[in-house]
Every structure is written in C-alpha cells, then in structure tokens.
C-alpha cells in the first residue's frame, strides 16, 4: 500500500483545488492507498510539514500547483528528499511560468518525479521552458465526480418552467471575468425575456465579490446563490439550460464540466485551460468576446433542439473523456511505477 502526502493551497476555500484534493483522497483511501492532506492555510503548515515528513509515514509527496510547492521547497529543503508527483492546476502555467517566479518554479518541475497537466495544450509552454521534462510530463485530466443531491425546484427561485437558464458556477474574482457574462446576458434579455443567469460559487476576493453584487442589483433575471457546497451542487446544477465560464485563463474549468456532465452546452472563452476541452459547436461554442457570447447563447435559447442535442453530446463528452475511474487509473499507474528503490528517504 502507497502511503501519500497530499499538499495543497486554499483547502478550506471552495475552489477547484480543494475540490479535486479531497476528490482523490476520497476515492484513492477506497483503493487501499493511505492520503494525508495537509493544508497550506493551516496555521504553520510548514512546522506541520517538517513533521509529517519526520514521521517517515509517507512514500511519495503528490504537491498541487507549483509556485506554491516551490516557495515550500525553499523552506523546507527536505522535501527534496521524497519522490514528488507534482499536478500543475492552472494560475501556475498562465500565469507564474510568465512571470519573475518562473526561475523559482523550474527547481521544483525539475525535482518533481511526475508534472501532471489537465490538458495537452500546456505541454509545449512547459517543454519550451524545461524540454528536459518531455519524459515526466503527464496528462491527466480531472475526472467528474458529481455525487447526487436533493434538485432544487425553479419555483423556489421564481424561475418559471419554460426560462432558459444560463449558469455560472464560479467562485468570485478578477479572473473568472463574470462581468463578460453579465453584460452579454444583459443583452440577450432585452431580446429574450424568458433568460436567465444564476451565478454560484464563494466571494474568494471579497471586493470583487461585492462589487458582482452591486452590478446585478436590480436586476431581477440575474440571481447571485452564493458559495454551494459541492455535495449539494447537483441539486442548484440541475435547473440548467447551458452553463457558461467566461475565465480570462483557466486549469481545467470543472464547474462548467459538471455542468456539462448532467447533459446541457457549454459556453466556454477560447483561452487556455478552456481551449481543447469540447469541440465547438458539437459540445458548445467558444467565445472570444461580447459579441460572440451574445450571438452564440442567442442560438441555443432560439433552438431549444440545439441546446438538447448539444447537451447530449456534452454529457457523452463527460462520460468519455473525464470520467473518474481513468483520472484514478491514471494517478494509480504513477504512484506504482516510483518503485522502492526510487524512495531516498
């Protein structure tokens, strides 16, 4: 049996990182695999790590998103020591590779046994950078888990049965640019009466958040939830038409897969992380700006034929390509092949 550490940013934050952490987790301890979590918005979590790793209870370290293993790394040099599989989430390539971390995070790609990618498309950044990495350079995309819940009733919402309604599921910040999908489905309600946005997930930047709530006060056909606690997401999910991300860069945009999973369209921004996920107008539409977004979630509340078949591909998409036994398979073969010989500990 593989013992694992698992070390992960905003744990306690309902992001996309503490949702796959505790996805694997929960799914790898039933495989027989002990996982750990430990939390970077602990309280000292470097003191916490420095003994979790003197325990000598842990075989291979599995590190999620790299600058900030990497600023860990440069704390506690012990890591070095163990075999680390380190999954890449998505602000660490678009954004930190970019920048003046990038030399801090090239030791950490370099040490690290696996990289793990969501997505092909970030392979050739990476290589262009480290083309040492081709031979530990893995994709693995994230499998859809999306446990059943209580549905939510339109009614309790004052939606009525025949609206179209486009979700956001997205935490609050600069970065998902929510504003994009807001003035489009401004626009499209002043021709379509029966659209409407739901938009849920956490105030992770609490000015952004308030200033999301100022945008759509007033507006009576744009409904702000809230954070959804994920075991009761498939409940709010179901009220969908189509779901929308408008993301300015993304790792893998699992609330619009999740969505996609219970069989509606997507409306995805062609940026990375989006780009590659769906094939456009088979699964949804890729949009670049206002116009786009308009004219394309236009076309689905016009042919409600259209969203149905595309959201039946969507949901076949899921089932083939995002399905959580092969992300688990996947995470298996990795740990499996760092062999005994390979622990230096």
């Known amino acids: 049996m593989r013992s694992i550490l698992m070390i992960t940013p905003y744990l306690k934050q309902p992001r996309g990182n503490s949702i796959t952490v ?25 003191n916490a790590l420095k003994r979790a790793l003197n325990t000598g209870k842990y075989e291979i370290i599995h590190g999620f998103h790299a600058r900030h293993m990497a600023l860990l790394l440069q704390d506690i040099p012990q890591i070095s020591r163990f075999p680390v599989v380190l999954t890449m989430t ?3 390539i678009n954004y930190d590779l970019k920048g003046a971390n990038r030399d801090l995070l090239a030791r950490m790609i370099m040490l690290s046994t696996y990289v793990v990618i969501f997505n092909d498309l970030f392979s050739q950044p990476l290589l262009d950078l480290f083309p040492d990495i081709a031979s530990k350079l893995i994709t693995i995309p994230q499998g859809v888990h999306l446990p059943p819940a209580p549905l939510v009733k339109r009614s309790d919402l004052n939606i009525n049965a025949d609206d179209f309604v486009f979700l956001l599921p997205s935490g609050l910040r600069p970065v998902k640019n929510l504003e994009l999908a807001i003035r489009a489905i401004e626009k499209l309600h002043s021709a379509h009466a029966t659209v409407r946005l739901l938009i849920m997930g956490a105030a992770i930047e609490e000015s952004y958040g308030y200033r999301i709530r100022r945008r759509i006060a007033g507006l009576d056909f744009i409904k702000y939830l809230g954070e959804i606690p994920h075991h009761r997401l498939y409940g709010y999910l179901a009220l969908g038409n189509a779901v929308i991300n408008c ?42 700006d206002e116009d786009s977004l308009v004219r394309f979630a236009g076309q689905l509340v016009r042919d409600r034929q259209l969203a149905t078949q595309m959201g039946r591909a969507a949901g076949e998409l899921i089932k083939s390509r995002f399905d959580l036994k092969r992300e688990l398979d996947s995470y298996c073969r990795l740990y499996e092949s760092i062999t005994d010989d390979e622990i230096k500990y």
């Open 90 to 92: 998505g602000t660490d």
């Open 247 to 288: 993301s300015l860069a993304e790792g893998q945009p699992q609330g619009a897969l999740e969505a996609m999973s219970l069989m509606m369209p997507a409306i995805l921004t062609d940026v990375p992380g989006n780009r590659g996920v769906m094939e456009h107008g088979v699964h949804g539409f890729y949009v670049t």
């Open 22 to 46: 505790n996805r694997l987790k929960s799914h790898l301890s039933a495989r027989g695999y002990m996982v750990d979590i430990l939390s970077l918005d602990d309280n000292n979590p470097g």
